[in-house]
């Protein structure tokens, strides 16, 4: 009877390789886990929301700044809008009332009509909506400095439209969810409820990771 074929050995110096190198891939898996950012959940980092100063519907000069610390969600409307705006109002009221008893997540609607919108148009709109000031927030500026915030800053889409149409600007239907730190973490399809749901979702994980403010 035949013996079977030899086993081939590994030295002790290639064990003792292959055990440093086994060692290696461990603990550069730890590294990664241990590094990874401890702050809310593994959403994106798209980069930072723009830095701005406008003026919000109750008068009052609004900075980025003025957001830190807080999880916001940010759309952008107009009063006359006779197609995508109230739907994105009311998603943004609804998600309001949702998240009535998590106070580190605000709203940010930014007016694109600025001419027509003044301040006191877009606190007649918030009323009508509900909108708790405290808590949601209309903000007005000259068009070239919104439309470069909307363009440039969060890198979204706005242009004229037809004048007389329903939507005589045509802009962006999506939400932005910016952290504490002021970081984009996810833009958002504002027109169809499951992506608000999961912008709810995701908002919430933000604000539980926030320190707790005194």
Do not use: N
Not at 40 to 49: I, M, N
Not at 106 to 113: A, E, M, P
Request: net charge negative; glycine share 8%.
């Amino acid at each position: 009877m035949k013996p079977d074929a030899a086993t081939p050995r590994v030295s002790p110096a290639v064990a003792t390789v292959l055990v440093v190198l086994l060692l290696a891939v461990v603990a550069a898996g730890l590294w990664l886990v241990m590094s990874r950012p401890s702050g809310g959940p593994d959403l994106p980092r798209l980069g930072a929301a723009p830095e701005f100063t406008l003026v919000s519907a109750q008068g009052k000069t609004v900075t980025r700044a003025d957001l830190e610390g807080r999880v916001w969600i940010a759309d952008f409307i107009f009063t006359r809008c006779g197609g995508s705006c109230p739907i994105l109002s009311a998603r943004m009221a609804a998600l309001a009332e949702r998240t009535a008893a998590v106070p580190a997540i605000r709203f940010v609607s930014f007016g694109v009509d600025p001419e027509y919108d003044t301040p006191e148009i877009l606190a007649e709109y918030g009323r009508k909506l509900g909108a708790d000031p405290a808590r949601w927030t209309f903000l007005h500026g000259d068009r070239p400095g919104i439309r470069a915030l909307i363009k440039d800053g969060f890198k979204l889409a706005i242009e004229d439209g037809v004048a007389d149409s329903v939507e005589p600007i045509l802009h962006s239907t999506r939400f932005v969810l910016v952290d504490g730190e002021g970081t984009i973490r996810g833009y958002y399809d504002g027109m169809e409820q499951p992506p608000v749901d999961q912008l709810e979702k995701d908002a919430r994980a933000l604000a539980a990771s926030l320190p707790e403010r005194p």
